[in-house]
């Protein structure tokens, strides 16, 4: 079958570029191994910003991971959870019928440079295009230590479905993934323990937020290791209660140490998602980041394209629909260039209290010699921050010296939906001027970064 357009996979990237593509004439096939959604709608940013909600109502005397009620709460917070990714699952497929679109359940893998085949469940289809976007996302990266597949040891996919809350878990990487979920079971009253390689935790953020961060999650309780290297994990083994334990060996500061846990999350990462599509055979160049793409997210093959996590530039799902964008520009019209502004991709962590930036952090305009002002305002000045009992965090505005706006860090309650106004203003080419001779509304959480501005 020939169309005008192959996609693989249907998580954010794919099947949002496929509407877009089929609602600008062209006939798509859109080919998915597993679920709709992704990893975003599946196991990811809906399931994780689900618990978060669960969680972040409970008071910090929440009993600590004991007890029937505790369990009961994680049951029904996991349920509410999978109620919300049915129905958004429900809302994509429907999208699948949008006129000029094919939805084909499989495996797909590449013949030749123009041609995909799919082996579904009853039967093997070959699909031909002048044009296909690749979109398989990412899966989980496992540190290659003993015991890193020992039972016990599972990805942020299995934590999302436990039923009984474990008393304690020991989370390996302080990145995004490991840090949410360090947040939300903490909160639902389980110890945590972070152990992470680097000097600090979340270091693609600005270290001042990263360190305040952490700094707020062990006040509630949260145990971290930074500059620690996991080096084992026990297969589990009967301890004193006839419990099954699993311990983490890690060496800190040259000393070698452990921590015994009931669950240990292995959050180190996701590598791109490159099984069964047969990519050397036909010539497309990768790294060990996944597939290598020019500005319009074209590989080394003229007509192929790698949007979202399987390209290693941003692992973001908003990435992927921005990529996606991109590349569908160029398939419609062939003399567009460089439409991707990976710079001002704004991202956010879902802790409590979340974190969220865009643009560079202060050590990267340091390493690369570049003049900036930093302007800060805390959130324990603004009324409203105070009124929510949410006065512990801040706002970081990095600019040039004539104003414009080079970064912006914030730490602190709906730091994910403040830090919009800063990416807006900077994909506009607005100065930190124009923040500050813009009127915010009172009493608001967006006068922080007002404050920030006029400092």
């Given at each position: 079958?020939?169309?005008?357009?192959?996609?693989?996979?249907?998580?954010?990237?794919?099947?949002?570029?496929?509407?877009?593509?089929?609602k600008?004439?062209?006939?798509?096939?859109?080919?998915?191994?597993?679920?709709l959604?992704g990893?975003?709608?599946?196991?990811?940013?809906?399931?994780t910003?689900?618990?978060c909600h669960?969680?972040?109502?409970?008071?910090?005397t929440?009993?600590?991971?004991?007890?029937?009620g505790?369990?009961?709460?994680l049951?029904e917070?996991?349920?509410?959870?999978?109620?919300?990714?049915?129905?958004?699952?429900?809302?994509?497929?429907?999208?699948?019928?949008?006129?000029?679109?094919?939805?084909?359940?499989?495996e797909?893998?590449?013949?030749?440079q123009?041609?995909?085949?799919?082996?579904t469940?009853?039967?093997?289809?070959?699909?031909?295009?002048?044009?296909?976007?690749?979109?398989?996302?990412?899966?989980?990266?496992?540190?290659?230590?003993?015991?890193a597949?020992?039972?016990?040891?599972?990805?942020?996919?299995?934590l999302?479905?436990?039923?009984?809350?474990?008393?304690?878990?020991?989370?390996?990487?302080?990145?995004?993934?490991?840090?949410?979920?360090?947040?939300i079971?903490?909160?639902?009253?389980?110890?945590?323990?972070?152990?992470?390689?680097?000097?600090?935790?979340?270091?693609?953020?600005?270290r001042?937020?990263?360190k305040r961060?952490?700094?707020?999650?062990?006040?509630?309780?949260?145990e971290?290791?930074?500059?620690?290297?996991?080096?084992a994990?026990?297969?589990?083994t009967?301890s004193?209660?006839?419990?099954?334990?699993?311990?983490?060996?890690?060496?800190?500061?040259?000393?070698?140490q452990?921590?015994?846990?009931?669950?240990?999350?292995?959050?180190?990462?996701?590598?791109?998602?490159?099984?069964?599509?047969?990519?050397?055979?036909?010539?497309?160049?990768?790294?060990?980041?996944?597939?290598?793409?020019?500005?319009?997210?074209?590989?080394?093959?003229?007509?192929?394209?790698?949007?979202?996590?399987?390209?290693?530039l941003?692992?973001?799902?908003?990435?992927?629909s921005?990529q996606?964008?991109?590349?569908?520009?160029?398939?419609?019209?062939?003399?567009?260039q460089?439409?991707?502004?990976?710079?001002?991709?704004?991202?956010?962590?879902?802790?409590?209290?979340?974190?969220?930036?865009?643009?560079?952090?202060?050590?990267?305009?340091?390493?690369?010699?570049?003049?900036?002002?930093?302007?800060?305002?805390?959130?324990?000045?603004?009324g409203?921050?105070?009124?929510?009992?949410?006065?512990?965090?801040?706002?970081?505005?990095l600019?040039?010296?004539?104003g414009?706006i080079?970064?912006?860090?914030?730490l602190g309650?709906?730091?994910?939906?403040l830090?919009?106004e800063?990416a807006?203003?900077?994909?506009?080419?607005?100065?930190?001027?124009?923040?500050?001779?813009?009127v915010?509304?009172?009493?608001s959480?967006?006068?922080?970064?007002?404050?920030?501005?006029?400092?």
């Amino acid at each position: 079958m020939n169309t005008d357009l192959i996609i693989i996979g249907a998580g954010p990237g794919g099947y949002e570029t496929a509407v877009r593509a089929a609602k600008a004439g062209l006939q798509v096939v859109v080919i998915e191994k597993e679920h709709l959604g992704g990893t975003c709608l599946n196991a990811g940013c809906i399931p994780t910003k689900c618990l978060c909600h669960s969680a972040e109502g409970l008071p910090p005397t929440h009993p600590q991971g004991r007890g029937e009620g505790a369990s009961n709460y994680l049951a029904e917070a996991i349920a509410r959870k999978n109620e919300v990714v049915e129905k958004l699952k429900a809302g994509v497929a429907q999208l699948m019928k949008t006129p000029g679109i094919t939805l084909v359940e499989g495996e797909a893998r590449f013949v030749d440079q123009h041609s995909v085949e799919v082996k579904t469940d009853s039967s093997i289809l070959s699909f031909q295009s002048k044009n296909i976007i690749i979109a398989t996302g990412s899966v989980t990266k496992f540190l290659p230590i003993p015991g890193a597949h020992a039972e016990g040891v599972v990805t942020s996919t299995e934590l999302l479905n436990l039923t009984t809350l474990p008393q304690r878990l020991a989370v390996i990487g302080g990145g995004v993934i490991g840090l949410e979920f360090a947040s939300i079971f903490q909160a639902l009253g389980t110890q945590v323990t972070v152990i992470e390689f680097c000097k600090e935790v979340l270091p693609n953020f600005d270290r001042d937020l990263a360190k305040r961060l952490r700094t707020s999650l062990k006040k509630r309780g949260i145990e971290f290791h930074t500059g620690a290297a996991a080096k084992a994990i026990s297969s589990p083994t009967p301890s004193i209660g006839g419990e099954k334990v699993l311990q983490v060996e890690f060496e800190e500061k040259g000393k070698l140490q452990s921590v015994e846990a009931d669950v240990v999350l292995m959050a180190v990462g996701r590598a791109a998602n490159l099984n069964s599509l047969n990519l050397a055979d036909v010539g497309i160049e990768t790294t060990p980041r996944g597939i290598v793409v020019d500005e319009n997210m074209q590989t080394n093959v003229p007509g192929i394209y790698a949007i979202g996590d399987v390209n290693g530039l941003m692992q973001l799902a908003h990435a992927a629909s921005a990529q996606g964008k991109v590349a569908l520009a160029n398939i419609l019209n062939p003399s567009s260039q460089g439409g991707w502004e990976g710079a001002i991709i704004p991202a956010a962590v879902f802790t409590v209290p979340e974190a969220a930036m865009v643009g560079q952090t202060e050590e990267q305009l340091e390493s690369a010699g570049t003049e900036y002002e930093t302007h800060k305002a805390m959130y324990r000045a603004n009324g409203k921050a105070l009124a929510m009992e949410a006065e512990d965090g801040l706002v970081k505005i990095l600019t040039d010296k004539e104003g414009k706006i080079l970064g912006c860090h914030i730490l602190g309650a709906h730091a994910s939906d403040l830090i919009h106004e800063v990416a807006l203003a900077m994909r506009l080419g607005g100065t930190i001027h124009d923040i500050a001779d813009t009127v915010h509304a009172h009493p608001s959480l967006s006068e922080i970064l007002l404050a920030a501005a006029e400092a």
